[in-house]
Nanobody, 118 residues
């Protein structure tokens, strides 16, 4: 059973910073992708950033240069450092683990609220 637990959300003023963490327990396959997604009110969930087991990193255009995804394999944890936050970054942030074998299996955390005030 794979479980993901996020932490680090909160309320911050525009221009501020937050760091989100996601701790995973259970089976993590050697080939995997760890990521962060967000969902704003009334909008679909969207990709924010991903990091693969091979080290490839991908960011949404809207967060490039402001957000940094990283991981600590020893702690089974990955992070999203968010700087220069904007009101449009407001939403529920979810961490995601995609295990890759013959197919893919996605696991999601419960979500953490990030609110950026103007």
């Amino acid at each position: 059973q794979v479980q993901l637990v996020e932490s680090g959300g909160g309320l911050v003023q525009a221009g501020g910073s937050l760091r989100l963490s996601c701790v995973v327990s259970g089976t993590i396959l050697s080939i995997n992708v760890r990521g962060w997604y967000r969902q704003a009110p009334g909008k679909q969930r969207e990709l924010v950033a991903t990091i693969s087991s091979g080290g490839s990193i991908n960011y949404a255009d809207s967060v490039k240069g402001r957000f940094t995804i990283s991981r600590d394999n020893a702690k089974n944890t990955w992070y999203l450092q968010m700087n220069s936050l904007k009101p449009e970054d407001t939403g529920v942030y979810y961490c995601n683990l995609r295990n890759v074998l013959s197919g893919t299996t996605d696991y999601w955390g419960q979500g953490t609220q990030v609110t950026v005030s103007s």
